[in-house]
């Protein structure tokens, strides 16, 4: 036999449920709009991650 009445602290519980999902998706959706944007800017995409890398290094003034 199938319990049917429900306790009101489930309907608490779902709706906080519900909101945090929403919450986690919005989050997850952000990071994703921030990496497309920032890839289909074309630019660069190196950062220091402790090597040398010419192309992000400040360019040498010419002695005169």
Known sequence: ???KAEHPLHGRRKRSNMMLGAVLGGFVTL???IT???MSNGESLEAYDHTTRYS???KAEASE
Request: proline share 8%.
């Open 1 to 3: 036999m199938a319990i």
């Open 31 to 33: 990071v994703f709009a």
């Open 56 to 58: 992000i290094e400040p």
């Open 36 to 38: 497309i944007v920032k």
